[in-house]
């Protein structure tokens, strides 16, 4: 799998930075963007036939996201704890 680009609604840069989470969040887009999936644990969530990925922000935070054509989009970023 290969991104060009990763892109965020509104709502999900003001959730990230009222948790103040917009730094470790850029760590871990551009982790994605080099390919890095191991370093964030990118994977499919289940049931797969869905195609909702999941990465880690750090250790309490995660995002759910959807890829399409090269890109991801994500939609939502919610508490693993």
Known sequence: MMLTSIFETEDILEYLT???LLK????AKGFLLQGY???VNFKLKQPKEKGIYSFRINK???AHCVYKSGELLV??????Q
Request: positive net charge.
């Open 60 to 62: 309490q935070f995660r």
């Open 24 to 27: 470790q969040y850029e760590k």
């Open 18 to 20: 009222a948790r103040q």
């Open 75 to 80: 939609f939502e970023i919610y508490n693993h």
């Open 37 to 39: 999936f191991r370093q």
